[in-house]
């Protein structure tokens, strides 16, 4: 698909609203609507970071090791996961366990990944590999609201990115200083601060019983996998359900498209 | 088996790897979309995926934690439904668990 191509702004356009499928920009003013978004979710992902330091600091990583995993890494739940099989000595049987479990919890990145083809239209090829390196969930969701509110400005994915990105680091320190002495997060509700925020960005996501329909695949399946299936497939799997819904939908007819 | 190279610098080398597969699936899922020709089952496909990432993401962690943290979220989407404000929600719903607990109910 050449980005930006007729083709795909017609299709985009009677997918998804009025903005999807048109060529993206990249503003100053973008960046910083981002990087405000993110502000809301930054008590948590700090809150998240210093636990993932905390972790790394008992599985004896120096903090020069901590540091650099949420930097080159940044992915929160595959550090965690990863962290959880981290052997006291490696051979090559750790380095692809370790490797391996990151792999299949940040698999739904590269769906997510994809999905960005239809909303980075026209953006130069080497800035946008330079900032998917930034891909998470947080700021996708930030991004993908902003297309679904007619928005096209893809400094808002990268601000809320840099944002988060910052407060990953920087929340890794202190974590790894205090190795485990954190209060209690529950107590102030922070292990359900992103399942909260996710849930009310994603709230205007929702369109009509098209998106009822695929939702509902994506957490019979996430919800099946999670019960069945051992480790951590359960996102991609109801991701990959969700979309395998909206794509076989029998309620939708290809041609016959109805206005969005 | 005891790799001298690995036990020195086995840290490292999983920390790279680590960053070097996240990254394949970050620009990867864009490059290979570059190849396809946009079809609009596709597209519809592509469109519904931020939803769908996300309640296969919140769920599991709404049930492993229990009724209240339900409780706490059907709040904070109640809340948006109404007043269409992202941090009134969320608030709503992160006081509603903070009460919650501090009521002493379990989850």
């Not at chain 1, 990583?61 to 962290?83: D, K, N, P, R």
């Not at chain 1, 998470?136 to 928005?151: F, K, S």
């Not at chain 1, 890794?172 to 601060?193: E, Q």
Request: include cysteine; glycine fraction near 12%.
């Amino acid at each position: 698909m050449a980005a930006g191509s007729p083709t795909d702004g017609a299709a985009g356009q009677r997918m998804n609203g009025p903005s999807a499928g048109e060529r993206a920009i990249f503003t100053l003013g973008g960046l910083r609507q981002g990087a405000l978004t993110a502000l809301m979710m930054t008590p948590s992902v700090f809150v998240f970071a210093t636990v993932v330091g905390a972790a790394s600091a008992q599985k004896g990583l120096t903090l020069g090791e901590a540091m650099l995993m949420s930097l080159i890494v940044f992915a929160g739940a595959s550090q965690m996961v990863a962290l959880e099989v981290w052997p006291q000595r490696f051979d090559v049987a750790g380095i692809l366990a370790v490797v391996g479990v990151t792999a299949i919890v940040n698999s739904r990145l590269i769906l997510m990944s994809a999905s960005l083809r239809l909303w980075l239209a026209g953006q130069p090829a080497g800035l946008t590999y330079a900032h998917l390196a930034l891909l998470t969930d947080p700021n996708y969701v930030v991004y993908a609201r902003h297309r679904h509110e007619g928005g096209r400005d893809a400094g808002v994915l990268v601000g809320s990115g840099v944002t988060l990105w910052l407060v990953w680091v920087i929340g890794t320190l202190p974590g790894h200083w205090l190795a485990g002495g954190i209060a209690d997060p529950r107590r102030w509700a922070l292990d359900l601060v992103m399942p909260i925020v996710f849930s009310v960005m994603a709230t205007p996501l929702w369109r009509g019983h098209r998106e009822t329909r695929a939702w509902l695949a994506a957490a019979a399946a996430a919800l099946a996998c999670h019960a069945l299936v051992p480790g951590h497939w359960y996102i991609v799997a109801g991701a990959l359900a969700g979309m395998l819904f909206a794509a076989f939908d029998p309620f939708v007819a290809d041609e016959a498209e109805p206005a969005r | 088996v005891s790799d001298p190279f690995l036990s020195t610098w086995g840290s490292l080398v999983a920390i790279c790897g680590m960053a070097l597969v996240t990254y394949l699936w970050r620009g990867g899922g864009y490059f290979l979309m570059g190849f396809i020709r946009p079809h609009p089952r596709l597209t519809r496909a592509l469109v519904a995926l931020p939803g769908a990432v996300i309640v296969a993401t919140v769920l599991p962690i709404i049930l492993r934690t229990g009724p209240l943290a339900a409780v706490a979220l059907a709040v904070g989407l109640g809340v948006m439904a109404w007043r269409r404000n992202d941090l009134v929600a969320v608030a709503a719903g992160l006081a509603t668990a903070i009460l919650l607990r501090v009521a002493g109910l379990p989850g």
